[in-house]
């Protein structure tokens, strides 16, 4: 009784081994045949790595080609456009130069009309003998001349410095000589003008040569 007891059991242990055996060999197969597939989805063959490594660098190579012929082409454009900045702006500095007083010798070519018709009128209506009517015409003409070019000068910019009275300035008056002082002349101020000095816009473009009121002590 206890042998065929120990006889069942033991079939019944055979049986379920048997069972269990069937039971892993299917698992263990496909657990197998998964994970070959997930190594050939995730982790392709050696063989594989380099050319997809080539493809990927020959595809950036050529992303970065293109990137260096646009930056050649917009440098090429930039240095183009300075080249074309450069000279129209040298053009035009050149042009200043020339015809910067374009309008200043429109305005003295005004001046010299009324000088020339003056000279003519006083070449053809001079009488023998009257030179009081000429030098009158003379003394017109001038005049008027002098009025028109002070215009163009003041139009212009252009000023002549008065000096007389005010104190010495080297920046202003180009000393001549120095002279006492006399009433009502102050020590170091100009007492006489020898030569008209001028300003353009307020700059100094001509000296005045003037004479300088010291005391009698220190007369040069």
């Known amino acids: 009784m206890a042998a065929r007891s120990l006889w069942a059991v033991r079939r019944r242990v055979q049986r379920l081994l048997a069972a269990s055996r069937?039971?892993?060999h299917p698992f263990s197969t496909a657990t197998q045949r998964t994970a070959g597939e997930d190594c050939s989805s995730d982790?392709?063959?050696?063989?594989?790595?380099?050319?997809?490594?080539?493809?990927?660098?020959?595809?950036k190579a050529v992303k970065l080609e293109k990137e260096v012929q646009d930056?050649?082409?917009?440098?090429?454009?930039?240095?183009?456009?300075?080249?074309?900045?450069?000279?129209?702006?040298?053009?035009?500095?050149?042009?200043?130069?020339i015809f910067g007083i374009q309008s200043f010798c429109k305005d003295l070519v005004e001046v010299a009309d009324i000088l020339e018709k003056t000279t003519e009128c006083i070449s053809e209506e001079t009488e023998p003998g009257n030179e009081k009517l000429t030098l009158e015409k003379v003394f017109r003409g001038?005049?008027?001349?002098?009025?028109?070019?002070?215009?163009?000068?003041?139009?212009?910019?252009?000023?002549?410095?008065?000096?007389?009275?005010?104190?010495?300035?080297p920046h202003e008056h180009e000393l001549v000589c120095h002279v006492p002082a006399g009433v009502g002349v102050q020590p170091g101020t100009v007492a006489l003008v020898r030569q008209d000095g001028y300003k353009l816009?307020?700059?100094?473009?001509?000296?005045?040569?003037?004479?300088?009121?010291?005391?009698?002590?220190r007369r040069l």
């Open 22 to 24: 069937g039971w892993l």
């Open 43 to 59: 982790d392709p063959p050696d063989e594989l790595g380099p050319s997809l490594a080539e493809r990927a660098l020959k595809l």
């Open 71 to 97: 930056l050649t082409l917009r440098y090429q454009r930039a240095v183009a456009d300075c080249e074309n900045i450069r000279r129209r702006t040298q053009r035009c500095v050149e042009d200043a130069k």
């Open 142 to 169: 001038l005049s008027l001349l002098e009025a028109k070019l002070k215009s163009v000068f003041t139009k212009h910019g252009l000023e002549k410095m008065t000096p007389i009275g005010d104190k010495y300035d």
């Open 201 to 217: 816009h307020g700059r100094t473009i001509r000296l005045a040569q003037v004479e300088v009121a010291v005391e009698s002590q």
